[in-house]
C-alpha cells in the first residue's frame, strides 16, 4: 500500500473517533498554560463572510499565526488560504514558514497538534458538534453565537469545558461594547428603580426546510454541509455560490438555525441577562404568544423575580424598564431616561454629540460609586487571546454563551408548538410542561453529541 494512503487511512480511523467518542488526555494537557511569550497557533473552522471577518481580526494580532483553514466549499476554502497565503507573504513577523493547510473535514484540522485554539464559524447546526469534538482535543474555541442549535448541546458545551478545563469565548461580542457595558451596569446598579420588563427586538422565528431543489454548486461537498442535519435538497440561499458578501438564510430554516430568534436574539437576550444578573441562571417560564403558528414576535421569558423579558418588534436592540425610568441600548445607540427627563442620549447625529460623550457622562453622573462593575472589554478577540494566556474566563465564556442560547431555544420552544413550559434554570431541565424531546433533536449521519 502507498505509504500516503496509509498514513491518511490512520488519520480517518483517528479522526473518526475524535468525532463520535470522549477524548481522554491525561490531566496535565488540560491544566498546562499556554507560555506567556509564545505564538498561538490558530485554525479557521467555516469561512464563510462571518470567518472572513474574523480572520482578518486575528490574522493582524502579533500573537496570532494562522496554520489552517476548513471549509465543505471548496471556492471558500482555497480563498481562505490565499488570504493567509498573502498575508504572510507581505507580513512575515510569525509567518508559519510553509503554505496554509485546508481541510474540508473539520477532524483533520483538530487532530493537529501544533495548533492551539478554533476559530468556529459554520452554520449554527454543526457549533456544537465541532466545539465539542475542538474542546476534547485539546484546543480552546472560539465559536460564533448561538453557541448550540438547541438546549442538549448547551448543556453539553457547558460540561464538556468544565470537563476539560479549556477556554470558550462565544462570538456575543456586544458584550465587549461600551454602550451595552454601561447600559447593563446602570440597570444592576438601580439607576432606573426596580426593574419591571425588557423589551428585546429583533426578527421572525425559523421554519422547516420548503426550498426547491437548484443544480448543485460545483466544489460543495452537500452531504458534509449537512451533517447531523436531515438530508435535504440543495438550494443556494443556504450555501450560496462563490465568495459571497451577504450572511445566508440558512439561519432561517429550522434544520440548520433558530430564526433570528437565535441570530439577532443571542444578542439582545444576552444583554438582556447580562442586565438581569442572570448569566449564570435563566427564566423559570417561557410563555408563546396568542396566535403563535404564524408569530413573528411576541414571546416571553419570566424570571423568577417577575422581570419579564419580551420579544419585541421596535425601537433600539434592547429596552430596560424600570420604576424610575429606562435605558435603551442598541449598537452605537444609548438613551437613559430618569422620571421622564432625558440624562444621556445619543441615536444618531442629529443629537449633535457623540456616543461616546453620553456614555462618560452617564457614568460620571451614576456610576461613579457603583457597587456592581461588569467585566469590561474593548475587544473581543483580543479578550478571548489574553484568556488563552492567563486561563481565565473570557466576557462571554461557555456559560454565558449557553444560558443566553438557552433563552433563545426556551421562546423558540414557544413558536414552535405553542405550549407554555415552565424552566429549571438550576438543573436545565423542564419543571413542568414541556416534552424531552424538545431539548434536542434528532442527530443524523452517524454525528451526535
Not at 496509509?6 to 470522549?22: H, I, K, N
Not at 508559519?96 to 464559524?121: S, W
Not at 460623550?357 to 483580543?382: G, M, P, R, V, W
Request: hydrophobic residues 35%.
Amino acid at each position: 500500500m502507498n505509504p500516503k494512503f496509509a498514513t491518511r487511512r490512520r488519520f480517518l480511523q483517528s479522526a473518526a473517533a475524535l468525532g463520535a467518542a470522549p477524548l481522554i488526555l491525561p490531566s496535565r494537557v488540560w491544566s498546562a498554560e499556554t507560555k506567556p511569550n509564545s505564538t498561538l497557533n490558530f485554525g479557521f473552522i467555516g469561512n464563510g463572510i462571518q470567518s472572513r471577518g474574523l480572520l482578518g481580526g486575528f490574522i493582524g494580532k502579533d500573537e496570532v499565526r494562522v496554520l489552517a483553514v476548513c471549509d465543505v466549499d471548496t471556492t471558500r476554502r482555497e480563498a481562505a488560504k490565499k488570504r493567509v497565503d498573502d498575508h504572510y507573504a507581505q507580513n512575515t513577523k510569525n509567518a508559519p514558514g510553509k503554505p496554509c493547510d485546508a481541510y474540508n473535514d473539520f477532524r483533520e484540522l483538530l487532530a493537529r497538534k501544533d495548533i492551539d485554539a478554533v476559530v468556529i464559524a459554520t452554520p449554527d447546526h454543526w457549533h456544537a458538534i465541532i466545539t465539542v469534538a475542538a474542546l476534547k482535543a485539546g484546543k480552546d474555541v472560539y465559536c460564533e453565537k448561538p453557541l448550540t442549535h438547541n438546549i442538549h448541546e448547551a448543556i453539553v458545551v457547558m460540561e464538556t469545558v468544565a470537563a476539560t478545563g479549556r477556554v470558550l469565548q462565544t462570538g456575543s461580542m456586544q458584550r465587549s461594547m461600551k454602550e451595552f457595558r454601561v447600559a447593563s451596569e446602570l440597570v444592576r446598579n438601580g439607576v432606573i428603580g426596580k426593574l419591571k420588563t425588557v423589551n428585546c427586538a429583533f426578527g421572525k422565528p425559523a421554519i422547516p426546510h420548503n426550498l426547491p431543489e437548484e443544480p448543485m454548486e460545483p466544489g460543495l461537498d452537500w452531504d458534509r454541509w449537512q451533517g447531523p442535519a436531515p438530508k435535504k435538497v440543495y438550494n443556494s440561499i443556504l450555501s450560496p455560490r462563490g465568495v459571497h458578501n451577504h450572511f445566508p438564510l440558512w439561519r432561517e430554516v429550522r434544520e440548520y438555525g433558530g430564526g433570528y430568534v437565535t441570530d439577532w436574539g443571542a444578542h439582545h437576550l444576552d444583554i438582556a441577562q447580562w442586565g438581569l444578573g442572570t448569566d449564570d441562571s435563566g427564566p423559570v417560564l417561557a410563555t408563546p404568544p396568542e396566535k403563535w403558528e404564524n408569530a413573528k414576535d411576541g414571546a416571553v421569558l419570566t424570571y423568577a423575580n417577575g422581570v419579564t423579558v419580551t420579544h419585541g418588534n421596535g425601537g433600539a436592540g434592547v429596552i430596560f424598564t424600570g420604576e424610575d425610568g429606562t435605558v435603551e441600548v442598541g449598537r452605537g445607540q444609548f438613551e437613559l431616561k430618569l422620571k421622564g427627563e432625558t440624562k444621556a442620549r445619543f441615536k444618531s447625529k442629529e443629537d449633535h454629540v457623540s456616543l461616546d460623550s453620553q456614555l462618560i457622562k452617564a457614568e460620571k453622573e451614576f456610576l461613579a460609586d457603583a457597587k456592581i462593575k461588569l467585566y469590561t472589554s474593548s475587544n473581543h478577540l483580543t479578550d478571548f487571546i489574553e484568556c488563552i494566556r492567563s486561563r481565565k474566563k473570557p466576557n462571554t465564556n461557555e456559560i454565558i454563551g449557553a444560558r443566553s442560547a438557552i433563552c433563545c431555544h426556551l421562546m423558540n420552544i414557544g413558536y414552535y408548538t405553542g405550549q407554555t413550559v415552565k424552566w429549571d434554570p438550576a438543573k436545565n431541565t423542564f419543571a413542568s410542561g414541556g416534552n424531552p424531546a424538545w431539548l434536542t433533536r434528532e442527530y443524523q449521519n452517524g454525528w451526535s453529541v
